[in-house]
């Protein structure tokens, strides 16, 4: 284990590096270590942030020195490499795969249009292309429920809008760049919007509030507007 | 027992510690941006130490009150009155059934928080009552008060109410009643310095010799674009030795990250979960509520910390807070 592994995150937390890039090694390592904390917090733990490549670990320094622990800071570094002696090297796969409906195009999907010409696709074929493929959830972040997607294809990749718009639904799906993602709540953005999910990507009265979890898998499923507005009515 | 907001005041919000937990989802942190003087209005009105408070920023809010209630106003000095009389800071104040406070503006810092006895009555939102304007949840409906607003306020607590007998009594006919005690000032942050202590972070050694040296020794403008999200510093640009492609990660309240214009950004309360960009450094926890106090237009200057002084320093903040607390409890069990 090499000592540039670990990193402080201000005198509250530290920051653990499982990898160097964004690949599914790292990724399962990243969940191994944020699951088995979770589920097994040590003393002086407040929360658990996992990231594309690194886990952040907060606590909860007052906590430990008032345990007669002189630096707690060492004492967290130490916890924590005796944990990841123990983690498994493989994990086991259990991901979730969560079906997210859209549907694609028109006012809910504007820019389906712009996508489709930039790569020199029908509108048809970005929808079956952004719909045959399964994402993984990299990490959550940004909004609540925003989850930070990977594995788009390649064939419609295209650049974010130069002017961005001052406001997007919550539901919208859009590509920006070599990304794909849903907007969980309504915000300013400039990626480029090809469709729209009725299903909420966040409940503040959930538990968890957020649809997706990092880890999880997603599929999307073109849906016609009928169906869009018989689920918006089920999921209100 | 209620308030009735009639004038909202510039960004009054309410607030509590924050909200944990939940960042691994996308929920921002939030709560009151300068810790210690939340906790301390608290326990000066015989609260817990984490219940919501009002929090008010350069202009504060006019409030009529319903019902006798005790109040604390702590952090930054505002010019706030009483039915025309000034009133201080850091003390708790019985103020009459009928009696407007108008906070007016703030004199020195940036913000305060006035606690009620037994706390605003808002719900909790996954664990928390601090304000999340983007997300409209938490605080009161999600978003800044407005004028018109019904602040309802809970039944005060044992110690809340001896602390009140106190003060009650003599002295009916006056619209408020202020204790002739307050916290100690040597218990407080230095809310008058201008240095503030920052951890190097993990690419400060990727920054260039020059702007490393020059990021401790400038002296950075705070600008106008700075608020409960971040800071927005303005000075000699800071230069990485090569550009750094970073992955999105987890930052903290305090992460200082420079964007590449070379502009530092201190990340504060209201910040997002996660952020890639370089982080130079981390302000030790015990100075951000003096980072909370400074305005727009002033400055501010870094000077490095060891992590375990840091921690030390904020170990040593609590006892202080501790003794605080030790302090009121005799008092409120006085005869």
Redesign the interface.
């Known amino acids: 284990m090499d000592s540039d592994q670990f990193?402080?995150?201000?005198?509250?937390?530290i920051?653990v590096k499982m990898g160097d890039g964004?690949d599914q090694k790292t990724h399962e390592k990243v969940q191994a270590l944020?699951r088995l904390l979770q589920k097994h917090p040590f003393e002086g733990i407040?929360?658990?942030?996992?990231?594309?490549?690194?886990v952040?670990v907060?606590y909860d320094?007052?906590r430990l020195?008032h345990l007669g622990i002189e630096?707690?800071?060492n004492w967290v570094l130490a916890k924590l490499k005796e944990i990841m002696a123990t983690l498994p090297e493989t994990s086991v796969k259990d991901a979730r795969v969560v079906e997210i409906p859209v549907c694609y195009g028109k006012e809910f999907g504007p820019d389906l249009e712009v996508v489709a010409v930039h790569n020199g696709l029908t509108p048809d074929e970005v929808i079956r292309i952004h719909s045959e493929t399964e994402y993984l959830v990299h990490?959550?972040?940004?909004?609540?429920?925003?989850p930070?997607l990977g594995g788009m294809d390649e064939r419609i990749i295209t650049p974010r809008r130069s002017t961005p718009r001052l406001k997007i639904p919550a539901g919208s799906v859009g590509i920006g760049g070599e990304q794909t993602g849903i907007y969980?709540?309504e915000?300013p953005g400039g990626w480029q919007l090809i469709g729209r999910t009725p299903q909420r990507l966040?409940r503040?009265e959930g538990e968890?509030?957020?649809l997706l979890?990092?880890g999880d898998l997603v599929r999307f499923r073109p849906i016609s507007l009928v169906e869009y507005h018989k689920l918006e009515g089920a999921d209100s | 027992m209620s308030v009735e907001v009639l004038q909202p005041g510039l960004c009054t919000t309410i607030q509590d510690i924050g909200r944990y937990g939940y960042q691994q989802y996308g929920v921002i942190v939030s709560g009151a941006m300068d810790p210690v003087a939340f906790r301390l209005a608290n326990l000066l009105v015989g609260n817990p130490e984490n219940e919501a408070a009002l929090e008010m920023t350069l202009i504060g809010p006019k409030l009529k009150f319903n019902g006798d209630q005790l109040i604390a106003i702590c952090g930054g000095e505002f010019s706030a009155a009483i039915d025309g009389k000034r009133i201080p800071s850091w003390r708790p104040i019985l103020v009459r059934d009928g009696s407007v406070l108008e906070c007016g503006h703030v004199e020195k810092g940036c913000r305060a928080y006035m606690a009620f006895a037994g706390g605003m009555d808002v719900p909790y939102v996954l664990g928390s009552r601090s304000t999340y304007i983007r997300a409209g949840v938490g605080g009161y409906k999600g978003r800044l008060l407005k004028k018109g607003d019904q602040l309802q306020v809970k039944q005060p607590k044992a110690n809340s109410l001896r602390l009140r007998g106190l003060l009650s009594g003599k002295h009916l006919n006056e619209p408020c009643k202020v204790a002739d005690w307050r916290i100690s000032e040597h218990l407080l942050p230095s809310y008058e310095s201008s240095t503030i202590r920052v951890i190097p972070g993990p690419q400060f050694d990727q920054f260039t010799f020059a702007s490393r040296k020059s990021f401790f020794e400038q002296e950075f403008f705070i600008t106008q674009a700075s608020d409960r999200m971040g800071y927005r510093l303005s000075g000699k640009a800071l230069e990485l030795e090569q550009p750094l492609e970073l992955l999105s990660e987890a930052v903290t309240a305090g992460t200082i990250q420079v964007p590449s214009d070379g502009q530092p950004i201190i990340l504060m309360v209201d910040r997002q979960t996660t952020g890639g960009y370089p982080k130079i450094g981390f302000i030790a926890s015990v100075d951000i509520p003096i980072v909370a106090q400074r305005k727009p237009g002033e400055k501010i200057c870094f000077k490095e910390i060891h992590l375990q002084e840091a921690q030390q320093a904020l170990f040593k903040r609590e006892r202080m807070i501790n003794i605080a607390a030790h302090g009121i409890d005799l008092i409120e069990s006085r005869k």
């Open positions: 990193a402080p995150l201000g005198d509250s937390g920051i964004i944020a407040i929360e658990i942030v996992p990231g594309f490549t690194t952040a907060f320094p007052i020195f630096f707690p800071y990490m959550i972040g940004f909004a609540p429920g925003f930070y969980p709540i915000s966040f503040y968890p509030p957020s979890q990092a």
